[in-house]
Each structure stands twice: as structure tokens, then as C-alpha cells.
């Protein structure tokens, strides 16, 4: 496990409630700017615990944060520290006879963040005003910074003592060559806030005119361990309509089997997501703009990070950027009420890198019955490709208990105006591939095959079409329940958790 090796050498610290209290005071309190020095730290790499009873505080209802553990930048960040804060694992979600068994989970990640050292100053840590995006971790980051000014001043005093038994299972779990603790002590809370928030000062004194402000990259909504269906919930089913039931049934459907990916993607890659947002801030001018990040770069992540084997990375990359292009959208996606052969086209879309209102958007087609679920999003392939933009759609067929490794994906280059010679060439390109990296070209496909491949490619490019097309007319799923305001379109990144549903109708010109 990434985390367990950054922490492994670390020291373990805890801290009485005295040096808590000061520290989430300091941490809640934005007008106190906490510059992060090398200095600042109380080691290197390591972990600070806390208890259930008193957590560092609460990410979330029922959440407490019961460490943080922290270490060595990714290969590629600017110098400073990678945290990970962690959750107590509810009682509820524990194995049977988990403590008897010896298979008690202590603790999970909720999420984790890069954090620079100074000249780079986090916005973070010194702005009272940040966008939305960025207030999930405002407050989680200073409270840790805080702890550990508050864990390296003078007034305090460090002793080593046993830990208790959820801090060794958990230093167990991590691979924590020390298990014991550094317990920090102080004469009073009001010692070390001001302890704290003096020597933030003299550091702010001090750094004020070198520092480069680092605004990070805006946060999008963690996956969460347990798929919110929101105003579609079966609890509430019996208050609508046959038609609005039918869409609850659908959105839940569709809400599931997105979040078993996500979830899927995120226990095989833990912060995989979170890591790529971050690549993408950092390097987004090495490819296009409507390009999350190009599945190539997906894929040799995960070889470079998480030690995959190429021939998986090369599957997952497309499906890992699928989903991350989707998320980074706001998880939006669009159920149809127009039969595919109203919207089904034989032209390539090539206005679509211009037109897609979204990095990625869900796809939902009701096939009589049959939930049919894509996820759409624009490859950037100009430095290898036939074209600079490639249509890539991640399908479940209609199977809603697909994983990764069963969805499929189905490609076409944005080349050229007639469909069926686009995927002529997509195909040539993928044989050419295959005998360049040493196997035996494929037999070439029927004129029939290539005719049926494009028919079943115009229809859901076609429908991609019309979603993206001026003047669409898309409606607000979950509005049309009277349970919520209606979003308007085209829509933007969404902060919270659960996917959003629009409705396609109407009459709607394709290109």
C-alpha cells in the first residue's frame, strides 16, 4: 500500500485535549495565516492519532478523523508533504466477530492532498475567502498544520508512551516500524494557541514577501462509501407518478453501478482520482483542453504509481479516465426519451471536442426495459492518433453488476465527415498497433462488420450529439419530482457526492 510505505519509517504522535482544542480553534479560525515550513514539522514522515471519543474533528456526519498520516511527495510534486486523513470504520460496517477474528478495521482513508512547502503558500492555509471548491479540506488541512505547530513549540513537551489498541492495529496495518508514541503535553489550551498563532506570526513575517501564492486544484465530491440516490430514494417512491417512478428506478440503477466503479477503481488505486486531478492541474498544457487527462497518461500512472502490469493499466486507463473525466463534470448524466433511430447519425461528430458541455457525461438508454449505461468522454490523441480527438464510450451492455475489468469500450477517431470511414480507420490504427508492439496483424474485418459497427457507433454518437447540440431540450430529472430546485444547463462541476440526471426530449437537431 502507497500510504504504508510513505509512513513506515514515521513516528507515531499524539496529543492531550488541551493541544486538540487549540489546535481545531486555530484550524477553524481562517483569519490566521499558517505558513508550512520544513520546520513546522514534527518529523519527516509519521502519523497523528486521536481517539473516537476525540477525534482531530469530523469530516462528515458520523466521520471522525481518528489520524492523519503524512510523508514524502509523489514523484512530480513540488517539495512538501503527501497527507491522508482517516475515518473510524463504523461499528456497522465491521465483519462479523471482526475483534475475535483479528480482522477489526480500525481505521479507512477519507481523502488525501498534496501540500507544498514555502515559497509555495496554499491558499488554504492563509485566504478568510475560498471558491466552494476548495472548503472540503480548508479546515481539515489547517487543523493538522496547526497540531503541528502546536506539536514543535516550546511550550510543549513530548514523552513516549504505549498506544492504545486501535493505534496498534492501525500502525500494525500501515507497516509502522515504531509502535510507540510521541504524546504531546502543554500547561493549558490557551498556551498553545498562543503558542501557535505567535509563531505563525513571526513566520508570516518572515515569508510575506517571498512567497508565491498556490491556489490548488478545486475539490470535487470524494466517492462516497455508500451511493446517495438523493431524491430518488425507493423510501420515497410511493409519493410519485408511474413515469417519475420509472426514472427513480433508472436513476438508481444507473447511480449504482457507477459508484460499484468508482469504488472498485478507488479500493484497487486508493486516491487514483484525487492524484490524477492533481496531475491534470499541474500539466493540463501538455494536451488539449476538453481532455481530462489522456488515457495513456491514466494508464502509465498507474504502472509508475501503483506498480500495475502494463497489459491491466492498459484496460483500466481507459475505464479510470472515463469515470475521472465524468466526476470531474459533477457525475452528470443524461437519460434519453427519444428512440435512438430519432437522433441516429451516419456523420462523424467532430464538433463534439467544442461542443461536450462536460469532460465526461453518463449516457442512459432505456431499451425497452433494459438499462443500457455509457460513459462518454474525448481522448487526446494528437501526439500518436489519426486525429486529435478520440470518442471513447464505456459500456455495460445492459449488465448492471459489470466491474471494470467487464465493461467495454468502444472508440472511433474524429476524423473525416463519413462514419463508417472513420471506424475503418480507428480499426487500421488498432491493427497497425498490434504488429508494432510485436504481435501478428488481425484478420481484416467484413465490409458487413465494419457496416454493423458503424450503425451501432452512429447511434450512440448520434444521441451523444443531441445532448450536446444548441438548444437541447434538457429537463432536470430530479426537479420534475417537486423535490428539488432545477439545475440548469449546461451543467457545472458539482460538489456533492450523488449523480445528476437530466432528461433528453423533444424535438433536437443532430449534426
Not at 486544484?217 to 431524491?231: C, L, N, R
Not at 470511414?421 to 501478428?440: E, L, P, S
Not at 457496416?451 to 445532448?467: F, K, N, Q, R
Request: glycine letters at 8%.
Amino acid at each position: 500500500m502507497a500510504e504504508g510505505k510513505r509512513v513506515s519509517d514515521g513516528t507515531t504522535f499524539a496529543m492531550t485535549g488541551d493541544l486538540v482544542q487549540a489546535a481545531r480553534a486555530v484550524g477553524q479560525d481562517q483569519s490566521i495565516a499558517l505558513p508550512f515550513t520544513p520546520d513546522v514539522l514534527p518529523a519527516s514522515s509519521g502519523m497523528l492519532a486521536f481517539s473516537p471519543e476525540e477525534p482531530l474533528m469530523h469530516v462528515g456526519p458520523g466521520a471522525p478523523v481518528v489520524a492523519v498520516t503524512w510523508g514524502p511527495p509523489m514523484e512530480g510534486f513540488s517539495p512538501g508533504v503527501h497527507l491522508t486523513w482517516w475515518a473510524a470504520m463504523p461499528d456497522q460496517d465491521q465483519e462479523p466477530d471482526a475483534v475475535a477474528r483479528g480482522r477489526l478495521i480500525p481505521m479507512v482513508p477519507d481523502f488525501d492532498l498534496h501540500l507544498s512547502f514555502h515559497p509555495f503558500f496554499d491558499t488554504r492555509l492563509c485566504l478568510e475567502e475560498l471558491p466552494s471548491g476548495l472548503l472540503y479540506s480548508a479546515v481539515p488541512l489547517r487543523t493538522v498544520v496547526a497540531a503541528w505547530y502546536a506539536l514543535t513549540a516550546d511550550s510543549t513537551t513530548l514523552s513516549e508512551q504505549r498506544p492504545h489498541a486501535a493505534v496498534t492495529q492501525a500502525l500494525k496495518e500501515l507497516r509502522a516500524k515504531k509502535r510507540g508514541v510521541q504524546v504531546g503535553t502543554t500547561s493549558g489550551a490557551d498556551t498553545a494557541h498562543r503558542a501557535i498563532t505567535e509563531r505563525a506570526a513571526q513566520r508570516m513575517r518572515n515569508v510575506n514577501e517571498q512567497s508565491e501564492m498556490f491556489a490548488p486544484s478545486p475539490e470535487f465530491a470524494a466517492t462516497p462509501k455508500k451511493v446517495d440516490h438523493g431524491v430518488f430514494e425507493a423510501a420515497l417512491d410511493h409519493q410519485l407518478d408511474a413515469g417519475n417512478r420509472r426514472t427513480a428506478h433508472i436513476y438508481r440503477e444507473a447511480a449504482d453501478h457507477w459508484h460499484r466503479l468508482e469504488m472498485q477503481a478507488t479500493q484497487r488505486y486508493p486516491g487514483v482520482f484525487e492524484n490524477l486531478e492533481e496531475l491534470r492541474v499541474r500539466e493540463h498544457e501538455q494536451w488539449k483542453p476538453w481532455c481530462w487527462v489522456p488515457s495513456d497518461h491514466v494508464a502509465a500512472w498507474l504502472v509508475e504509481m501503483y506498480d500495475a502490469p502494463v497489459d491491466q493499466a492498459m484496460w483500466d486507463g481507459h475505464r479510470i479516465a472515463a469515470l475521472g473525466a465524468w466526476r470531474s463534470g459533477g457525475r452528470h448524466s443524461v437519460l434519453t426519451t427519444l428512440r435512438l433511430q430519432a437522433t441516429a447519425s451516419d456523420r462523424v461528430p467532430v464538433h463534439l471536442p467544442e461542443a461536450m458541455p462536460a469532460p465526461g457525461l453518463g449516457v442512459v438508454i432505456d431499451d425497452n426495459g433494459r438499462i443500457h449505461l455509457l460513459l462518454a468522454f474525448l481522448d487526446d490523441v494528437s501526439d500518436h492518433g489519426p486525429a486529435d480527438a478520440e470518442l471513447v464510450l464505456i459500456s455495460n451492455y445492459g449488465n448492471p453488476a459489470h466491474m471494470i475489468e467487464d465493461v467495454s469500450k468502444l472508440t472511433v477517431f474524429l476524423t473525416g465527415t463519413d462514419l463508417l470511414d472513420a471506424v475503418k480507420i480507428t480499426q487500421g490504427y488498432y491493427d497497425d498497433a498490434v504488429v508494432k508492439n510485436g504481435g501478428t496483424k488481425p484478420h481484416p474485418a467484413e465490409e458487413a462488420e465494419y457496416a454493423e459497427h458503424a450503425y451501432v457507433m452512429g447511434l450512440y454518437t448520434g444521441l451523444l450529439s443531441a445532448i450536446c447540440a444548441p438548444g437541447a431540450q434538457v429537463q432536470d430529472a430530479g426537479a420534475l419530482t417537486g423535490r428539488k430546485l432545477p439545475a440548469t444547463w449546461p451543467p457545472e462541476p458539482n460538489v456533492l457526492s450523488e449523480t445528476t440526471l437530466w432528461l433528453l426530449g423533444g424535438e433536437t437537431e443532430t449534426r
